[in-house]
């Protein structure tokens, strides 16, 4: 017996080719941030697997805001600490 519901990792796929007109519109640099959107994606793919959504854009976009609050919060800890730094040279 087969399968009847594709893997999260294969809609996902499915959905990156859904938006691959889309990417070729794109500025070059753009199309970069955009893949790694994707991979953005792929890197909470067990997570999202397991979340098993009817539609695979809502797990998606979630893992793309979750990396996004990541690199969020690592700038504001870096940009602490360098204002740490420059306050302790004052």
Known sequence: MGRTNPTY????????SRWADYRRALRHGDQEVFDRLFEDARAHADASGLQNHQFVEIPALVSMLLEQQ???DDLEDR???LEDDLNAER
């Open 9 to 16: 990792r294969d809609a996902l796929s499915a959905m990156e």
């Open 70 to 72: 990541k690199y969020i």
């Open 79 to 81: 940009l602490d600490h």
